[in-house]
């Protein structure tokens, strides 16, 4: 499709909700016609598709949840480097037209502090929910942050700090590259299949030749990985791709139908289907 930088997609009623992190709207793409709705985000120039990367908010993580009896898709800002990166956007699922904004700088500060992360190991870009929890994942450090939804939802309002924990997620070197979590869901049985990029860089911030993809499996709880495999073609072979985000469109008992996007840093979104063994 063409709809710049993918960076999250979430499946809802038929369709994919996809944010590109320098985007400046957001797309409803219909399924199976592939048919897409822009929705411009508030305060950015309707003649552009994307912005600079030293001003965009960098939206890399997205979960819908019921705030108020209202369905709303919550977009995370990465928190890397620039202050203008820790915006998280909600917007109306009735219609992603109504938006509204706010500041996480004082909550990212405070889990960086309560978890010993640096600015430079910092880098939101996946999120997953559970019933009682928010879940973040930092790819800096590959760490998954649990924080209370009702402290989470209060601190929106009032800037009280919410309980939050974390857990490191230890998933396996390719090619001497560590793999950084990019995108997450939760299955029917709670657990989060999540997708990981390899590349080949030194940081969080500078982009690196892609090596390639993980998708797997992990318990929400204690941040063990039940099962993990490269992302391959049909004829077996890994297939060098960004992953940046997934969903699941069906689950049956031996095999998961997923929506994934890929961003290979050139600005362009890809948009695959993969079936994942259970």
Same mark, same amino acid.
Request: charged share 25%; with cysteine.
């Given at each position: 499709?063409?709809?710049?930088?993918?960076?999250?997609?979430?499946?809802?009623?038929?369709?994919?909700?996809?944010?590109?992190?320098?985007?400046?709207?957001?797309?409803?793409?219909?399924?199976?016609?592939?048919?897409?709705?822009?929705?411009? *985000?508030?305060?950015?120039?309707?003649?552009?598709?994307?912005?600079?990367?030293?001003?965009?908010?960098?939206?890399?993580?997205?979960?819908?949840?019921?705030?108020?009896?209202?369905?709303?898709?919550?977009?995370?800002?990465? %928190?890397?480097?620039?202050?203008?990166?820790?915006?998280?956007?909600?917007?109306?699922?009735?219609?992603?037209?109504?938006?509204?904004?706010?500041?996480?700088?004082?909550?990212?500060?405070? *889990?960086?502090?309560?978890?010993?992360?640096?600015?430079?190991?910092? @880098? *939101?870009?996946?999120?997953?929910?559970?019933?009682?929890?928010?879940?973040?994942?930092?790819? %800096?450090?590959?760490?998954?942050?649990?924080? @209370?939804?009702?402290?989470?939802?209060?601190?929106?309002?009032?800037?009280?700090?919410?309980?939050?924990?974390?857990?490191?997620?230890?998933?396996?070197?390719?090619?001497?590259?560590?793999? %950084?979590?990019?995108?997450?869901?939760?299955?029917?049985?709670?657990?989060?299949?999540?997708?990981?990029?390899?590349?080949?860089?030194?940081?969080?911030?500078?982009?690196?030749?892609?090596?390639?993809?993980?998708?797997?499996?992990? @318990?929400?709880?204690? %941040?063990?990985?039940?099962? *993990?495999?490269?992302?391959?073609?049909?004829?077996?072979?890994?297939?060098?791709?960004?992953?940046?985000?997934?969903?699941?469109?069906?689950?049956?008992?031996?095999?998961?139908?997923?929506?994934?996007?890929?961003?290979?840093?050139?600005?362009?979104?890809?948009?695959?289907?993969?079936?994942?063994?259970?």
């Amino acid at each position: 499709p063409d709809i710049p930088s993918g960076s999250a997609t979430l499946y809802y009623k038929d369709s994919l909700l996809i944010i590109g992190d320098d985007a400046t709207s957001l797309y409803r793409l219909e399924l199976p016609h592939y048919h897409y709705t822009r929705y411009l *985000i508030a305060g950015t120039d309707s003649t552009l598709r994307r912005i600079s990367k030293e001003q965009k908010m960098d939206l890399e993580a997205a979960v819908i949840d019921t705030i108020n009896g209202k369905e709303c898709l919550l977009a995370f800002g990465s %928190g890397s480097i620039s202050k203008k990166r820790d915006t998280m956007m909600m917007a109306s699922l009735r219609d992603l037209s109504d938006q509204r904004f706010f500041s996480l700088q004082r909550l990212y500060e405070f *889990i960086r502090s309560e978890t010993k992360t640096s600015l430079a190991d910092w @880098n *939101i870009e996946a999120a997953a929910t559970s019933k009682e929890h928010l879940l973040l994942f930092n790819r %800096g450090t590959n760490a998954l942050i649990r924080i @209370n939804k009702k402290d989470f939802w209060y601190f929106l309002q009032s800037q009280q700090m919410p309980a939050i924990s974390s857990q490191p997620v230890q998933l396996p070197a390719y090619k001497g590259h560590t793999p %950084g979590i990019s995108g997450a869901c939760t299955l029917e049985n709670g657990e989060l299949l999540f997708c990981a990029s390899i590349e080949d860089t030194e940081n969080w911030y500078d982009d690196g030749e892609v090596l390639g993809s993980y998708v797997g499996v992990i @318990n929400p709880v204690s %941040g063990k990985l039940d099962r *993990i495999t490269l992302v391959n073609d049909e004829t077996g072979v890994p297939l060098k791709i960004k992953l940046e985000s997934l969903d699941v469109i069906k689950e049956a008992d031996e095999l998961l139908l997923v929506a994934a996007v890929a961003d290979n840093d050139d600005g362009a979104t890809v948009l695959l289907q993969l079936e994942i063994s259970r």
